[in-house]
C-alpha cells in the first residue's frame, strides 16, 4: 500500500533523516575503480551533515568496478551478472564505512546479500535503530535481487526507513528540461513535480524507482555533490538543486 504522508506543496525543510544515493562512479577516478582521496572527499560531505544533527543511511551504486546489465549484453545470464554487480556495491559500501570511519563517524555496513564475516544483514528495525543512535547506515547490495537497479533499493530502503528525502548525488547541479552539456537552452528546474517530471520523461531515476518514490510521496533532492559543501547546503534548506516532490 502506499504512504499515507500528504502530498506536499512546497519542498521540506528541517529534515531530519535522509537517504543519500551516490553512484559508484563518484567514488572512482573518472568514474572507474574506488580512489581512498575522493571517497574521503565523500565522507568528508556525509560527516557534515551528520554534525548537524541530520540522521544518514547510504545506498551505493557498482558501476565504477562492475555493471550487471552490460554483462548481461554479452551473454552472461542476468541474474547471475546483477549478482556481480551487489558485490560491487559491497566494496564501495566498505570503502565508504573505512572512509566516514577515519572521519571520526561512527558507522554500520548493511548488506542485502549475506557476508557476515563483512557486513550485517539488512534488517528494516534494526538500521532504524542505528540510525536512532547516530550512525551512518551504508547500505549495500541493492534490494538483494536481481533485475532491479540501486535506484529502486534506494527508492525501496527510503520508504522502509522513513526517511524524509532521497539526496540523489550527481554531476549535475540539478533537473534540466535537457541535458545541459548538449543543449545550451537547457533549462533547470528549482522544483519539479512528480506526474510532470513522467511526461516530460526527465531521467530523475529509472522509471521503477521514480513510480514508487511517487506513489509513496517521497521527495527528491537532486544535486551535484561534487561541489564543496553542497550537501549541507541542501540539508540547511538553500536553494541547491532540484526538488522533486
Known amino acids: 500500500m502506499p504512504d499515507s504522508k500528504p502530498q506536499l506543496t512546497e519542498p521540506p525543510r528541517n529534515v531530519k533523516r535522509i537517504l543519500l544515493k551516490i553512484s559508484g562512479e563518484s ?18 560531505q556525509i560527516a557534515r551533515v551528520h554534525r548537524l544533527g541530520v540522521e544518514v543511511a547510504v545506498v551505493c551504486g557498482g558501476g565504477n568496478l562492475l555493471r550487471g546489465a552490460e554483462f548481461a549484453k554479452l551473454g552472461t545470464n542476468r541474474a547471475a551478472a546483477d549478482h556481480m554487480g ?5 566494496i564501495n559500501a566498505l570503502a565508504l564505512q573505512d572512509a566516514l570511519e577515519r572521519a571520526g ?13 563483512v557486513a550485517e544483514p539488512y534488517i528494516r528495525r534494526r538500521a532504524i535503530r542505528h540510525l536512532e543512535k547516530g550512525r551512518v ?27 524524509d528525502a532521497i539526496f540523489k548525488a550527481t554531476k549535475v547541479d540539478g533537473v534540466y528540461t535537457a541535458d545541459p552539456a548538449k543543449d545550451k537552452t537547457a533549462r533547470k528546474f528549482t522544483t519539479l513535480g512528480f506526474a510532470e517530471a513522467l511526461s516530460r ?7 521503477t524507482a521514480f513510480t514508487l518514490c511517487m506513489e509513496n510521496r517521497m521527495p527528491i533532492m537532486v544535486f551535484d555533490m561534487f561541489v564543496e559543501g553542497n550537501m549541507e547546503r541542501a540539508v540547511r534548506g538553500e536553494d541547491i538543486g532540484t526538488w522533486v516532490f
Open 27 to 44: 567514488l572512482g577516478e573518472e568514474g572507474a575503480g574506488v580512489a581512498p582521496p575522493v571517497v574521503a572527499t565523500v565522507a568528508a
Open 86 to 90: 551487489m558485490l560491487a556495491t559491497a
Open 105 to 117: 563517524i561512527e558507522t554500520r555496513v548493511a548488506c542485502a546479500v549475506e557476508m557476515k564475516t
Open 137 to 163: 547506515v551504508i547500505l549495500a547490495g541493492g534490494t538483494g535481487n536481481p533485475y532491479f537497479t540501486t535506484d529502486t533499493a534506494a527508492a525501496l530502503r527510503a520508504t522502509e526507513l522513513g526517511v
Open 201 to 207: 520523461n526527465l531521467q530523475v531515476m529509472d522509471r
